[in-house]
C-alpha cells in the first residue's frame, strides 16, 4: 500500500483532532529539537572544562609540579623552581580564564575590534593613543633577568595549554566568537600581555580625572550664564559643590608619620633623577575595557564598559588591628577592594609553594592574583601580611594646549607635535588609520570623547584652585585649543617587578622596600607581620607640581605648570606600630594638609573610614578582636546620609496616606541598608529623588558625581534650611522643607511603581540588586547568548559610600554594579584560621560548577576557610593535578 493509499483509507478526523496532531508533531519535533541542541550545547560547553587530576605531561617544565584543587576549585601550586611554580601558574589560568585573559590583552592593546568588528574602533583609537601596550613592552625591556624570568616561565606555562587546544575547546565564548568572527586565531601569550594588565587596573583607579573635567565643564557653563557669573563667582560655586575634605569629622589614615629607618636601597635616586618631558619622551598607553556590542554613548564609556569604571564604590577598604586589641594577640588584617561587578570576578585565588624555600625558589605565598598577571597581588606568605586601598591622590593632569598645525605652543615658541600613526585592524571589515598626536605632557585626547573635546571646544583653566579668565589674556598664543593627559600610567614603571618583592618580604624594611618599587596604581599599603608588627606605607610615583594642583586644567603653553619631579619614597607618609592599635584606610585624606607636598583635593570624604573605626573602638572596648568581628565589620550597611535624612524627615509633612506610611518607616530604622529592609529601600530611593531634585534637575544641571561628594554637599545643606540651592525654580521649589517633601512624595509613587504601593512589603535587596554580566557576550543585545552566559539577580545590601560598598548609579538604577570584589581577613596568629571569599568563583567557564559558586556566600557574607599549612592544604584537596615534564 503506498502512502497515498493509506492516507485515503484512513477514516477522516475532526479539524480539531487533525490539529492536535499536528501539534503534537510540532512538540515532538520541537523536544527534539531542544534536546539534540542539549546536547550539542553540553557537549560544546563540557569540552572545554579543564582537566583537573591525573597527570599530564608538558614541554617546557623542568621537573614535576602539582595542583591541588579544593572544594571551591582553588588551585595550590607546588614546585621545585621558581621557573616551574609561575610555569605551572601560567597553566592554571589559561585552564579557567583563558578567554578573559586573551581578552583583556586585546583591550590593552586597542585591538578590541579584531575580535568583535567595527562598532569597537573607536574605543580602540583611545585605548591606542594612550599607548599602554607601548609602555608595557618597554617596562618588559626593563626588567631583571630574574623578574622577566618570572614572566617568560608564565607565558611558557600559558603557551603549553594552548598547545593542547584550540577555539571551543578552549572556552565556549570561542564557539559563540566564530559565528561573528570564523578567522580569528590565539595568538601565544607574551610577558607584556601580562605587564599590560597593571595599566588597565591604573586605569580603573585613575581617580580624579572624571572630577576635573566635571569641574572643568561647569565651570564654562558658570562663566557663560553672563554678567552674574564672574570668575569669583565661579570659584564660589565650585569649592560649594566639591568641598574640602572634612578634617574636623573624618579621620586621617596617618594622623602621625612614624620615624623609621631609611631603606638601604630606594627610589629616591630615580626621583631626584626626574627632569620635565622633552618632547622627545611623549608618554603614551591604551586603554582597557570589557567587550560591548552595544553602541555606548561615548568612547570613555565605551572603554569603562570593557574595563571597569570609575563609577560610584570604586574605591576600597582596608584595615589592620594589632595584637593588643585581639582575642590571639596577634594581628588581624582586613581588606576588601571596591571594582567594577565583573564575570569572572577580576581575582583569581591561588597559592603558590617552592617546595622547598630556597634563594632561587623564594616564594610560599598565598592570595588573590589577576588571570594573566604571575605572582599573587595582595594575600600572605609565611610571615607577612598585606592589602591594598586605592591612594586617591591626583596623579592625573589635563593639560589644555594650544596647538597650530603639526605644532604646539611652548613658552612662547612652537615646537612639533610628537606623531606616530597606527593601524586597527577590523574583524570583517577595512583596517582603519589613526594618527596619535602627544605635546610634552602626553597624548591628545580631545577629538576622543565629548567631554574631553567639550572641554576643548570652551577652556577653563586654574591654578591652586583658582579659575583664570582666558578671555581677553595677552599672554595666550594663538592657535586651536586641544586637550592632552598627563599620567603616571604613561611611562614606565616597576610595579611588575613590585609584586614579586610584596610575595617575598619578610619585615617591614622589605615591606616598604616592595612598596617603593609599587608606582601604578598608586595604592595604600597595610601590613602585619607574625611577630605583631603592624604597619602602613604610602608608595606610587607621586608628582610634584609647578605652578598649578591639578583641580582643574592647566595651561599647556607655560612650563611653569609643569610636573617637577616625584615625591621621595623617604617623604611618603609611614606607619609604624601606632598608639592606637590600628590602622585603616578607605580611600580617605592620607594625612592632614600641614603635609610638605600637595596630594589631591578629590579625597573620598571619609564616612566608611569613621564608621569603620568606630566599630574597631567600639567592638574592642566590649570585647578582644577576633576573625568574626572584621567580618561582621565588613559586612556593615550603615548609610551616613540616612541618618540624616532620617531626622530632616520628622518635621515634613507629606500628603497622601502611601507616603505618610512610607515616611513613618524611617522613624524606627537603624539607618542600615540590609537586604530585607523596607525602610532602607525607601530611604535610598528618597535620596536619589533629593540629590537629582537639587543638582540635575534644573535649568542649567549641576553634575552629580560621587555619592560621598554629595554626601558633604547635602549634609551640609540640611544644617543650614536658607541655603540658596534648596530654591529650584524649575521644579516650583522654594526652601528646604517644600524641597523634602516633593522628594518624599516622588520616592513613594517611584517605589510603590516598582513594589507595590504596600510601604511595609518594600526591601532594598531586590531593588540593588546585582546582575553578573560577562564582560563579553553579557551585553551583546541576544536573549539566548546572553543566558548562558549572565547569572543573577543576586539581592544585596550595602550601599554608596557604606562600609559595605554595593555601588549604585545615582539617577540611572538602583542595580548594583560596583562591589567589594573580594573579602578576606588574614589572622597572623593561625594562617589557616584565615578567611576569603571573592565575588563569582575560580572558574571562567560557564556552566562550571566554579562559575559562581561562591557568589551567595559572597551576597551573604559569609566567607570561607583560607587553609595555608602544607597539611591543611592536603585536607582540603579534592583534585589532585600532576604536571610532567
Not at 559563540?176 to 601569550?189: A, M, R, S
Not at 551585553?779 to 548562558?788: H, K, M, Q, R, Y
Amino acid at each position: 500500500m503506498t502512502t497515498e493509499d493509506a492516507a485515503s483509507a484512513a477514516p477522516r478526523r475532526s479539524i480539531g483532532r487533525r490539529i492536535g496532531a499536528i501539534a503534537l508533531a510540532v512538540i515532538a519535533a520541537i523536544v527534539v529539537i531542544v534536546v539534540a541542541a542539549g546536547f550539542f550545547l553540553a557537549w560544546t560547553i563540557g569540552r572545554s572544562f579543564p582537566q583537573t587530576s591525573g597527570e599530564v605531561e608538558l614541554t617546557g617544565l623542568e621537573a614535576q609540579a602539582t595542583v591541588q584543587r579544593d572544594a571551591s576549585g582553588i588551585p595550590t601550586i607546588t614546585a621545585d623552581s621558581s621557573h616551574d611554580l609561575f610555569f605551572a601558574q601560567g597553566f592554571v589560568h589559561a585552564q579557567d580564564r583563558f578567554f578573559e585573559m586573551d581578552f583583556r590583552r586585546h583591550v590593552t592593546s586597542g585591538r578590541v575590534a579584531e575580535m568583535f568588528g567595527e562598532s569597537q574602533v573607536a574605543t580602540d583609537s583611545f585605548l591606542r593613543t594612550l599607548g599602554w601596550r607601548v609602555t608595557a613592552e618597554e617596562e618588559v625591556a626593563a626588567m631583571d633577568e630574574t623578574t622577566l624570568g618570572y614572566y617568560q616561565a608564565y607565558a611558557d606555562g600559558v603557551n603549553a595549554y594552548l598547545a593542547t587546544r584550540s577555539g571551543a575547546d578552549l572556552s565556549l565564548e570561542y564557539a559563540v566568537l566564530g559565528i561573528q568572527n570564523p578567522d580569528y586565531e590565539v595568538e601565544p601569550w607574551e610577558p607584556a600581555d601580562s605587564v599590560a594588565w597593571l595599566k588597565a587596573m591604573a586605569w580603573d583607579l585613575r581617580t580624579n580625572v572624571e572630577a576635573e573635567t566635571e569641574r572643568a565643564i561647569l565651570a564654562a557653563q558658570l562663566e557663560a550664564e553672563g554678567d552674574s557669573a564672574d570668575a569669583a563667582t565661579t570659584q564660589e560655586t565650585l569649592e560649594k559643590l566639591y568641598p574640602a575634605y572634612p578634617f574636623e569629622q573624618n579621620p586621617v589614615i596617618v594622623p602621625k608619620i612614624s620615624s623609621v629607618p631609611a631603606l638601604s636601597t630606594s627610589t629616591d635616586a630615580e626621583a631626584a633623577a626626574f627632569t620635565a618631558p622633552t618632547e622627545d619622551e611623549a608618554d603614551a598607553q591604551a586603554a582597557v575595557a570589557s567587550i560591548d556590542w552595544q553602541e555606548a554613548d561615548s568612547v570613555i564609556e565605551a572603554a569603562s564598559l570593557l574595563i571597569g569604571d570609575v563609577g560610584e564604590g570604586i574605591g576600597s577598604n582596608s584595615w589592620v588591628v594589632s595584637g593588643a586589641l585581639t582575642e590571639s594577640g596577634m594581628p588581624l588584617l582586613s581588606n576588601d577592594p571596591h571594582l567594577g561587578a565583573s564575570l569572572p570576578s577580576v581575582w583569581y585565588q591561588v597559592q603558590l609553594k617552592c617546595s622547598e624555600v630556597t634563594e632561587e625558589c623564594p616564594f610560599d605565598v598565598g592570595g588573590f592574583s589577576f588571570s594573566g598577571l604571575p605572582g599573587i597581588v595582595i594575600g600572605h606568605n609565611a610571615q607577612v601580611a598585606w592589602g591594598f586601598t586605592n591612594l586617591t591622590t591626583d596623579v592625573t593632569d589635563l593639560y589644555v594646549e594650544r596647538v597650530d598645525g603639526d605644532s604646539y605652543w611652548r613658552d612662547g615658541q612652537l615646537v612639533p607635535l610628537e606623531i606616530r600613526e597606527e593601524t586597527i585592524k577590523v574583524a570583517g571589515g577595512e583596517d582603519v588609520p589613526l594618527t596619535v598626536r602627544e605635546t610634552v605632557h602626553g597624548p591628545i585626547i580631545s577629538g576622543l570623547t565629548d567631554d574631553f573635546t567639550a572641554i576643548a571646544d570652551d577652556p577653563v583653566v586654574g591654578t591652586g584652585g583658582t579659575v583664570l579668565p582666558l578671555e581677553g589674556a595677552p599672554e595666550i598664543p594663538e592657535g586651536e585649543y586641544a586637550v592632552s593627559l598627563r599620567w603616571t600610567a604613561l611611562d614606565a614603571g616597576t610595579t611588575s617587578t613590585a609584586i614579586f618583592a610584596l610575595s617575598t618580604a619578610q619585615n617591614f624594611e622589605d615591606f616598604r622596600r616592595a612598596a617603593s618599587l609599587f608606582d601604578v596604581p598608586a595604592q595604600n599599603l597595610i601590613y602585619a607581620d607574625v611577630e605583631g608588627n603592624i604597619g602602613y606605607q604610602t608608595p606610587g610615583r607621586l608628582p610634584v607640581r609647578g605652578s598649578g594642583d591639578g583641580w582643574l586644567p592647566q595651561p599647556g603653553w607655560d612650563s611653569a605648570y609643569d610636573w617637577t619631579g616625584y615625591i621621595p619614597f623617604e617623604d611618603l607618609p609611614v606607619s609604624y606600630n601606632p598608639a592606637s592599635g590600628y590602622i585603616v584606610t578607605a580611600n580617605n585624606a592620607i594625612v592632614t594638609d600641614d603635609y610638605d607636598y600637595f596630594l589631591s583635593r578629590d579625597w573620598d570624604y571619609g564616612y566608611r573610614a569613621a564608621r569603620i573605626a568606630h566599630l574597631i573602638e567600639r567592638r574592642a572596648a566590649a570585647a578582644p578582636l577576633t576573625t568574626q568581628d572584621m567580618q561582621a565589620i565588613q559586612m556593615d550597611n550603615e548609610m551616613w546620609i540616612g541618618k540624616q535624612l532620617a531626622t530632616a524627615m520628622g518635621a515634613v509633612e507629606v500628603d497622601g496616606r502611601g507616603a505618610q506610611d512610607a515616611v513613618a518607616l524611617l522613624r524606627t530604622w537603624d539607618a542600615q541598608n540590609n537586604p530585607s529592609s523596607a525602610a532602607a529601600a525607601y530611604a535610598n530611593v528618597l535620596w536619589s529623588n533629593l540629590a537629582q531634585n537639587i543638582f540635575e534637575n534644573r535649568e542649567t544641571p549641576l553634575p552629580l558625581g560621587s555619592q560621598s561628594r554629595l554626601f558633604a554637599v547635602i549634609g551640609a545643606m540640611l544644617d543650614d534650611p536658607e541655603d540658596p540651592l534648596w530654591t529650584n525654580e524649575a521644579i516650583d521649589v522654594d526652601g528646604m522643607d517644600a524641597m523634602l517633601e516633593l522628594s518624599a512624595e516622588q520616592a513613594y509613587d517611584e517605589l510603590a511603581a516598582l513594589q507595590g504601593e504596600t510601604p511595609s512589603r518594600w526591601n532594598w535587596g531586590d531593588l540593588h540588586a546585582l546582575t553578573l554580566t560577562s564582560e563579553t557576550f553579557g551585553s551583546s543585545g541576544i536573549a539566548p547568548i546572553e543566558w548562558l552566559f549572565n547569572r543573577g539577580p543576586y539581592p544585596v545590601g550595602g550601599g554608596a559610600s557604606v562600609v559595605n560598598a554595593t555601588g549604585w548609579e545615582l539617577g540611572e538604577s538602583y542595580a548594583t554594579t560596583t562591589v567589594p570584589s573580594m573579602r578576606m581577613v588574614v589572622d597572623l596568629a593561625d594562617f589557616d584560621a584565615s578567611s576569603w571569599i571573592h565575588l563569582t568563583g575560580a572558574s571562567g567557564h560557564a556552566f562550571s560548577d566554579h562559575y559562581t559558586d561562591q557568589t551567595a556566600d559572597w551576597a551573604a557574607g559569609v566567607q570561607r576557610d583560607w587553609v595555608f599549612s602544607a597539611d591543611a592544604v592536603d585536607a582540603a584537596a579534592v583534585d589532585t593535578l600532576v604536571l610532567r615534564p
